[in-house]
Structures are given as structure tokens and as C-alpha cells.
């Protein structure tokens, strides 16, 4: 292990105001954790990570930390932040595969949950645990989502999420791969089946165009297509990737790796939009960003650009006549959108200006009984912000059926 993270322990402060729980979007009790792993109570500090995020180790691994937790420590102002992410990964790393989890009686009532990404799987475990029945419905083959099939295998393992698999079968959720809904099955068809609160989670898988000549050619790719199977992709030694920010990185990186020899993101601003550690990976890797590169035309010989320069501040004062990047291939990196299967197959659900899942801030759609959050309805998110978001909903949701059943009134 790269960090020691025993060592990495012993230098926690703890702060009286602890910034670096501050700094996280869960709000992850990281003095606690790190006062019961000093004390041997590595489980007890497992089993309160994954009661606050049951992604805990997979955050532990693909949040940006230096914007977060770590970039709040108070011992990184004049030296080097505890490395948090390390402790958080060697405790919920360890618990995930013998979690002792709680479970209310069960109250009969049935919870289906479409997509199998960080929030699907956020309110599967929460409401399993609250008592609830509760099915999976994943379109592919195995759980995880934009997890498993857009972060590549060097920043999250997949057996991780095999893992994760395991725990929730033997939490008693029901698992049904390759069903789409919207397609094989429709939600009406699960409200007649007795699915009483309906959970959509279905990510934002629809690649956002960049709407310029060129862009249907046969050496032209979206990101997030490539990350789901690169290994069917040639993409040659010249590539030249449209975007800047974490899926842009992921997708350099793993050009190199499959046997790329040079590998170039063009940003079109003054910086890019991932993180610090991630592009410092990323240079070390060797992918080259140009900045200010802005695409006007994709041919068959590569990217006609132009050059923007920028003052201090980072506005663009002038910019250079078109030029042609030669490439072998070009990926298109801008950022997804929702696909709308669902929608269409669904009487009174409403899409928001964003072409999004309309929710109110609990996570209530337009129809009665079924919920959204993560991408599809707040856009494409961090895995911890998706994760915080699906916990207010599955509260929502909890709430709902609650008074279905007559358990509370309002």
C-alpha cells in the first residue's frame, strides 16, 4: 500500500471544528472514523462509513479529494493533508465483505428500483434495510452503472462492484439484469405487479453532440460509449479527445493503455474541469492538453481548430486562424445527457428544460409514487453527490409508503 495508513491516522488533529467533514458532500464522520481505527475498532468504523454511505469505498477511490476532504485539512495550509482517502478505503474496503446490517421486520410492501448505479443502490440498501421488498431492474448484465461501465479498471476495480453484488443478494434484493424498462417491461406493468413507490436511477447515458461537420464519420467515438467496451474500439496511434473534464481523462488515459502512442485533450479553456489529481495521473500517463483548442470541423485527416490565448484572468483575448490537428481518431467528450425511454413509455412523467427528470428537492416526479434522483434528474454528478441525493429521496420514498399503509398520517 502506498500510503501507511496507520501513520496517516496518528496525524489527524482532531479538530475541534473539523473542516475536512465540512468539506465532504456526504458529510462523512472522518474524526470518528479515524478515532476508532487508532483504537482497534476498525468494524465499528466500517459499520458507521457505510451507515452514512453504503459507496463508501468506492468514494473512497473516485472522489476528488483535494477539493474535499483532504483540501479542507487544516495540516494541508503549510504541509500535507492527512490522506484521508486511504483510511476510508483500508476500513470500508475491509467491511464490505462481512457487513453486520440491521434490518427492520419486513412490512410487505414492494420497492422497485430502476438502475443499478450509486443512487439505485443507495435506496436499495437503505429501504431493504428499512423492512421494504426491494428489486433491481439493471438493462445490462451485472449492477453498478456509469460505476462498473464508465470508470475505468484502474481507478475502480471491478470486482468492487462484484462485491457489491454479493452483499446486496444476501441483503435479500432481487436482482433482474438485462431488462429494460421502457422497452421489455414498462412502469405501468410494474404498478399492476404491486410495486408501490417505483425508483428511477437510470443515469445519463445519451452522448451530448458537439453539433459540427464531421461528426457522424467512422473514426469519430463519444466517451461514453468508448468507456463501456474500449477494447472493441481501434482507435490508432494519433488521438485527439474533445473536452476536458474527468470522463476526458478516463478516456486518454485508457487510450494509452490499449496501445494509443499519443494522446491529446483539447480543452478550450484556460483549465479544465477535472481534478487536480486526476490530471496530474494524467500527465504523468503522458496525455498532452492543449488549452484553448477549440474544434470547428472534424475531417477525415483529423480536427480543423483554432487556438484561443488568454490573459491573467483566463479570458480568451484573441484566437489563431483554423489549422488542421492531424488524427488518427477523435473522441467526443462533452458531457451526456438522459435518454427518455422511460419517459415515452410513461403517462404523466415530465421532462425538465434540461431535457432531465423533473423531481421537486425530495426527489418527487411528476407522477405520483415514483421517485428520481443521481444524473437523470440533477445531470451528470459526482458518485458522492449522487449517493447524498439518494439518501434525502429514499427518506422521500420511506415516507410515502408509510403513509400508503397507514403507518403515520400526516
Same mark, same amino acid.
Given at each position: 500500500?502506498?500510503?501507511?495508513?496507520?501513520? =496517516?491516522?496518528?496525524?489527524?488533529?482532531?479538530?475541534?471544528?473539523?473542516?475536512?467533514?465540512?468539506?465532504?458532500?456526504?458529510?462523512?464522520?472522518?474524526?470518528?472514523? *479515524?478515532?476508532?481505527?487508532?483504537?482497534?475498532?476498525?468494524?465499528?468504523?466500517?459499520?458507521?462509513?457505510?451507515?452514512?454511505?453504503?459507496?463508501?469505498?468506492?468514494?473512497?477511490?473516485?472522489?476528488?479529494?483535494?477539493?474535499?476532504?483532504?483540501?479542507?485539512?487544516?495540516?494541508?495550509?503549510?504541509?500535507?493533508?492527512?490522506?484521508?482517502?486511504?483510511?476510508?478505503?483500508?476500513?470500508?474496503?475491509?467491511?464490505?465483505? @462481512?457487513?453486520?446490517?440491521?434490518? =427492520?421486520?419486513?412490512?410487505?410492501?414492494?420497492?422497485?428500483?430502476?438502475?443499478?448505479?450509486?443512487?439505485?443502490?443507495?435506496?436499495?440498501?437503505?429501504?431493504?434495510?428499512?423492512?421494504?421488498?426491494?428489486?433491481?431492474?439493471?438493462?445490462?448484465?451485472?449492477?453498478?452503472?456509469?460505476?462498473?461501465?464508465?470508470?475505468?479498471?484502474?481507478?475502480?476495480?471491478?470486482?468492487?462492484?462484484?462485491?457489491?453484488?454479493?452483499?446486496?443478494?444476501?441483503?435479500?434484493?432481487?436482482?433482474?439484469?438485462?431488462?429494460? *424498462?421502457?422497452?421489455?417491461?414498462?412502469?405501468?406493468?410494474?404498478?399492476?405487479?404491486?410495486?408501490?413507490?417505483?425508483?428511477?436511477?437510470?443515469?445519463?447515458?445519451?452522448?451530448?453532440?458537439?453539433? *459540427?461537420?464531421?461528426?457522424?464519420?467512422?473514426?469519430?467515438?463519444?466517451?461514453?460509449?468508448?468507456?463501456?467496451?474500449?477494447?472493441?474500439?481501434?482507435?490508432?496511434?494519433?488521438?485527439?479527445?474533445?473536452?476536458?473534464?474527468?470522463?476526458?481523462?478516463?478516456?486518454?488515459?485508457?487510450?494509452?493503455?490499449?496501445?494509443?502512442?499519443?494522446?491529446?485533450?483539447?480543452?478550450?479553456?484556460?483549465?479544465?474541469?477535472?481534478?487536480?489529481?486526476?490530471?496530474?495521473?494524467?500527465?504523468?500517463?503522458?496525455?498532452?492538453?492543449?488549452?484553448?483548442?477549440?474544434?470547428?470541423? *472534424?475531417?477525415?485527416?483529423?480536427?480543423?481548430?483554432?487556438?484561443?490565448?488568454?490573459?491573467?484572468?483566463?479570458?480568451?483575448?484573441?484566437?489563431?486562424?483554423?489549422?488542421?490537428?492531424?488524427?488518427?481518431?477523435?473522441?467526443?467528450?462533452?458531457?451526456?445527457?438522459?435518454?427518455?425511454?422511460?419517459?415515452?413509455?410513461? @403517462?404523466?412523467?415530465?421532462?425538465?428544460?434540461?431535457?432531465?427528470?423533473?423531481?421537486?428537492?425530495?426527489?418527487?416526479?411528476?407522477?405520483?409514487?415514483?421517485?428520481?434522483?443521481?444524473?437523470?434528474?440533477?445531470?451528470?454528478?459526482?458518485?458522492? =453527490?449522487?449517493?447524498?441525493?439518494?439518501?434525502?429521496?429514499?427518506?422521500?420514498?420511506?415516507?410515502?409508503?408509510?403513509?400508503?399503509?397507514?403507518?403515520?398520517? =400526516?
Amino acid at each position: 500500500m502506498a500510503v501507511h495508513v496507520v501513520k =496517516e491516522a496518528r496525524r489527524c488533529l482532531h479538530c475541534k471544528n473539523p473542516m475536512c467533514r465540512t468539506g465532504c458532500p456526504i458529510n462523512t464522520p472522518i474524526p470518528d472514523m *479515524i478515532e476508532l481505527f487508532r483504537n482497534q475498532h476498525k468494524a465499528e468504523a466500517g459499520a458507521m462509513l457505510f451507515a452514512n454511505n453504503p459507496l463508501s469505498v468506492v468514494c473512497s477511490l473516485v472522489c476528488n479529494h483535494e477539493n474535499q476532504c483532504e483540501g479542507h485539512c487544516v495540516l494541508g495550509r503549510k504541509g500535507e493533508p492527512v490522506h484521508i482517502s486511504s483510511i476510508e478505503n483500508y476500513i470500508s474496503d475491509a467491511y464490505l465483505d @462481512h457487513p453486520q446490517l440491521e434490518k =427492520e421486520p419486513r412490512k410487505g410492501q414492494r420497492v422497485g428500483i430502476i438502475g443499478t448505479g450509486p443512487a439505485g443502490i443507495t435506496i436499495a440498501v437503505v429501504l431493504s434495510q428499512r423492512g421494504y421488498d426491494v428489486t433491481l431492474f439493471e438493462s445490462k448484465d451485472k449492477v453498478g452503472g456509469v460505476l462498473r461501465y464508465g470508470i475505468p479498471e484502474f481507478r475502480l476495480p471491478k470486482s468492487i462492484l462484484d462485491r457489491y453484488q454479493k452483499q446486496l443478494v444476501n441483503m435479500g434484493i432481487k436482482i433482474r439484469p438485462n431488462t429494460v *424498462i421502457g422497452r421489455d417491461l414498462t412502469v405501468d406493468d410494474m404498478q399492476r405487479d404491486g410495486y408501490e413507490a417505483i425508483f428511477i436511477g437510470t443515469g445519463v447515458w445519451k452522448p451530448k453532440q458537439l453539433g *459540427i461537420k464531421g461528426e457522424s464519420l467512422g473514426h469519430v467515438h463519444y466517451a461514453i460509449d468508448y468507456l463501456f467496451n474500449p477494447d472493441v474500439y481501434d482507435l490508432g496511434d494519433e488521438v485527439v479527445i474533445i473536452g476536458a473534464g474527468n470522463s476526458a481523462i478516463d478516456v486518454a488515459r485508457t487510450a494509452l493503455r490499449k496501445g494509443s502512442r499519443h494522446v491529446y485533450i483539447f480543452c478550450r479553456d484556460s483549465k479544465t474541469a477535472a481534478g487536480e489529481r486526476e490530471l496530474d495521473y494524467a500527465i504523468a500517463d503522458g496525455v498532452e492538453i492543449i488549452y484553448g483548442a477549440r474544434t470547428r470541423e *472534424i475531417t477525415d485527416d483529423g480536427v480543423i481548430y483554432t487556438k484561443a490565448e488568454f490573459d491573467e484572468e483566463g479570458r480568451a483575448v484573441s484566437e489563431s486562424e483554423p489549422a488542421l490537428f492531424p488524427a488518427d481518431s477523435v473522441i467526443v467528450a462533452i458531457s451526456q445527457g438522459a435518454q427518455n425511454r422511460i419517459v415515452n413509455t410513461t @403517462h404523466g412523467l415530465e421532462m425538465n428544460d434540461r431535457n432531465l427528470l423533473k423531481t421537486d428537492d425530495h426527489g418527487n416526479t411528476t407522477r405520483e409514487g415514483i421517485f428520481a434522483a443521481g444524473d437523470v434528474s440533477h445531470g451528470a454528478k459526482t458518485v458522492v =453527490e449522487a449517493v447524498r441525493n439518494a439518501k434525502i429521496v429514499a427518506e422521500e420514498m420511506d415516507h410515502y409508503l408509510s403513509l400508503k399503509a397507514g403507518r403515520i398520517t =400526516e
